[in-house]
Structures are given as C-alpha cells and as structure tokens.
C-alpha cells in the first residue's frame, strides 16, 4: 500500500506530546484490588476479565462508597479506564471524598469519561475544585480535566486560578486549559513560561501559543528556537508554523542544519507549512541527510511550497536508496506538475526495484499529462 503524504508526515514529526499525559493502565488498580479486596469483588473482577460481558460498572460505582479508601481509589480508576456515562453523576460526587487521592484520581476519570465533550455536567463541579480544593494536586488534575473536557464554561475560573492560585503548577495547568480552550487571557502567562526553568513547561507554553496563533508570541518565540532541549525546539517550530508569520521563515532555515533529526524534520514542514520559495534550495540539500526521515520531510516540504523550480531537486532525489523517500519525492512533483519531470518518471514507473513507487509514478505521470 503506497503511504500518503500525510500519514507519512504524521510519522515523521509526532506532536510534542505534553509530559503530564502519562499512561495510566487499569492493570495497577487491579493490583490495588488484589491486595485489600475481599474475595468476591476479587471474584468480580476475574469474571470480568474472562467473560467480558458481565455489566460491573454498577458494582464499580457501589464501590464508591466503600469505607476503605483504597477500594475507592480502584473503584475510581477502573471506571475511568470504563469510560462509561453511567459513572459521571456518582464520581462528581466522589470529587469530595476526604482522601486526596481519591479526589486527585476522580478528576482524572472524569476527564477521560467526557473527554471533548465540550458541554459537561461535571465541568461546575471541576471548577469549584480547582478553585477551592485544599489540596495542590487535586486542583492541578481538575485544570488537567477541565482542558481535556473543552467546555467553555470553564474560562473564567481557569482564568482566575491563573492569576491567583498559589501553586505555580496549578497556574501552568490552568493556562495551558486556558489555551486549548482559545482564551487569549492566556497569552501573557505563555510568553513568560517559554523561559521557565521547567523543559515540559516550555514545551506547554510554545504549544499553547501555536493553538491561540498568537501573533504577539512570535519574537519570543524566535527566541525560543534557540532553547537547549529539542522537544522545545521542535514544539516552538510547531507553534510558529501555525501562527504564519513570515518572520520565522529564516531562523527556521537555520534550524535544517539541527544536531537534532527531530528538529530539522519539523523545521522542512514548517517551511512547506509557510511556501517558502526561499527555502527551495536549503531544503533541496537536506536530501544529503543521512537519516531518512529528514529526506522524507524534505520532500513533503517541497512538494507543500509547490514550486517549479524544485523539480531537478527532486528529480535527483528519485535515486534515493530508501523507497518511501521515493514515494514521497514522486507525490512533490505530482502536486508541482512539471512536464520536465516526465521523462524521469517514465524510468521509474519502468525500471524502479519497488512495485509500490512504479505504481506511484504511473499515478504522477498520468496527473501531469492530463
């Protein structure tokens, strides 16, 4: 099957992933039930693992009320892991357990049960946790929540914990919810976290940044190009090719020439992001990089800026020892339609050692004839 491009690119560069989105498998709370449950809910739970079909979200949600905390606790997570609606009303409920990590661990699964809902009965509840609870984690996790649930109603007191909580990480948290859900009071707050001690805090705020496409971000963001960890780099690259402002366009030419694979690759998309003519050529010699998936972004790149005078670049590329490089130089000249490319296409369409890029080729010749 021949890759498309944007599958290919989705490999290439994978979002900066946000270091609080840990996995958090059911397999743990599972161990919590075999050490301090009796045995029949132990019972309950092999069951369900051997059976499948047996309904225990209603067993799950009775554990809620069980005087022993870790029960509780297990109860709490395994519904999220559920996803189940049945569960919101009762862990609503459980946000004012008296154990911290029963509290912490609810806004957890409520933020996994309604996950983009966008309108939620949880979210008041969210709220007034994140704005009142006694403890730091807990109302870090509500914020966490509160951004995962995308409800709008949620601004104002995310907004407030940003200003006034007394936790910095709460304040963090708060801001980044603030971001996904495209408050510009967030701003600021982003600006001056992109010189955070914190790596995964200035990786948040570039990011946060790109999904306001705040214009007034884009100096500092330059600045940050020129952060010590590439995770950051790649994340401001990211934030800036979505902001659009031309000004990046040369400081991100700089960065194809990175120590770092995951930098320059990101750096060539932007670029194609931004149809920088200028960056015909700088991206053209990144085809002498030795990592693949740096020649792969190179040719998603040119084939993003779309044109001509890319073409005896790519037509030099077509002898790239990696197929799926192949593939994705042919889908540049596709997309450029340049009838010099033609006769090369040909060759590859007859001779090329992979069936997947003569196919390829025979697609991309009969889009630029016809």
């Not at 498998?25 to 449950?37: N, P």
């Not at 990480?169 to 914190?198: C, G, M, N, W, Y």
């Not at 030419?253 to 960056?279: C, H």
């Amino acid at each position: 099957m021949i890759p498309q491009p944007q599958s290919v690119t989705s490999l290439l560069v994978k979002a900066g992933s946000r270091r609080r989105e840990k996995m958090r498998k059911s397999f743990a709370a599972i161990i919590a039930f075999v050490l301090v449950l009796p045995v029949a809910p132990r019972t309950l739970l092999a069951q369900e693992g051997q059976e499948g079909d047996e309904d225990v979200v209603p067993k799950f949600i009775e554990w809620l009320k069980s005087g022993n905390a870790l029960i509780r606790l297990s109860a709490v997570k395994l519904l999220g892991e559920k996803r189940d609606q049945r569960a919101v009303t009762p862990l609503i409920d459980t946000l004012k357990d008296d154990d911290v990590r029963v509290r912490t661990e609810t806004c957890i699964a409520l933020s996994k049960i309604e996950r983009t809902r966008k309108s939620s009965p949880a979210t008041k509840p969210l709220t007034e946790v994140l704005l009142k609870d006694p403890e730091e984690n807990v109302r870090k996790e509500a914020a966490i929540a509160l951004g995962k649930i995308e409800d709008k109603k949620a601004k104002d007191a995310l907004a407030k914990s940003m200003g006034e909580d007394k936790s910095n990480d709460v304040k963090h948290e708060s801001a980044f919810s603030l971001a996904v859900l495209e408050d510009t009071r967030a701003v600021d707050f982003l600006i001056k976290e992109l010189k955070d001690k914190d790596e995964g805090k200035r990786q948040d705020a570039a990011g946060g940044l790109g999904i306001l496409k705040a214009k007034k971000a884009v100096e500092p963001l330059i600045e940050s190009l020129k952060d010590k960890s590439k995770n950051v780099r790649s994340e401001v690259l990211r934030a800036l090719g979505k902001i659009g402002d031309q000004k990046a366009i040369d400081p991100t030419i700089k960065l194809l020439k990175d120590e770092e694979l995951d930098v320059r690759a990101q750096s060539a998309l932007v670029l194609g992001d931004f149809k920088a003519k200028k960056a015909i050529l700088p991206l053209a010699s990144l085809f002498q990089d030795e990592e693949r998936y740096a020649r792969c972004a190179a040719a998603v790149a040119l084939g993003g800026i779309g044109d001509k005078d890319a073409t005896p670049a790519l037509i030099k590329a077509l002898s790239d020892t990696e197929k799926d490089v192949r593939l994705l130089v042919i889908d540049a000249l596709e997309k450029i339609k340049d009838v010099k490319a033609l006769e090369v296409l040909k060759k590859v369409a007859a001779d090329d050692p992979s069936e997947a890029v003569r196919k390829k080729a025979q697609t991309a010749i009969a889009k630029i004839e016809g």
